[in-house]
Nanobody, 121 residues
Framework: VQLQACGGGLVQAGGSLRLSCAASGRTLSSYYMGWFRQAPGKEREFVAGIRWFTYYADSVKGRFTISRDNAKNTLYLQMNSLKPEDTAVYYC??????????????????WGQGTLVTVSS
C-alpha cells in the first residue's frame, strides 16, 4: 500500500487542523492504521491508531480524533485545541500484523511521507 499524507500547516494555539492520509494499492481496512509524530530532536511517537476501535496517546486524548473513510480509502486525524507542543512532522502508517493496539513504530510496514504541523503560541 502507498500512503500520502497532507493537511499540515501553521495554526495558532487553540486552533484546529485535519490531516488526511490517502491510500492506494490496497484497502485501508486490511491494516491497523496509525498516526505518529516526530518533533525536532525527539523520537517518533505514537499519536493514535484505528482498526476495529480507536486508541490514543494520553497526550492527545480528548483533543484528537482518528477516523477512516473506507469508501475514499483515506485515514484522517482531526486535531482540536492544538498546543505548541503538538508541533511536529506527522506520519501515517500501516501495520500488516496486529492482534490489538499497535503503538510501536517498528511494527508498522508502510509509511507516508509526513506533513508538518506548526502550532504557534
Amino acid at each position: 500500500v502507498q500512503l500520502q499524507a497532507c493537511g499540515g500547516g501553521l495554526v495558532q494555539a487553540g486552533g484546529s487542523l485535519r490531516l488526511s492520509c490517502a491510500a492506494s494499492g490496497r484497502t485501508l481496512s486490511s491494516y491497523y492504521m496509525g498516526w505518529f509524530r516526530q518533533a525536532p530532536g525527539k523520537e517518533r511517537e505514537f499519536v493514535a491508531g484505528i482498526r476495529w476501535f480507536t486508541y490514543y496517546a494520553d497526550s492527545v486524548k480528548g483533543r484528537f480524533t482518528i477516523s477512516r473513510d473506507n469508501a475514499k480509502n483515506t485515514l484522517y486525524l482531526q486535531m482540536n485545541s492544538l498546543k505548541p507542543e503538538d508541533t511536529a512532522v506527522y506520519y501515517c502508517a500501516a501495520a500488516t500484523d496486529s492482534s490489538g493496539v499497535v503503538t510501536r513504530s517498528s511494527m508498522y510496514d508502510y509509511w507516508g511521507q509526513g506533513t508538518l504541523v506548526t502550532v504557534s503560541s
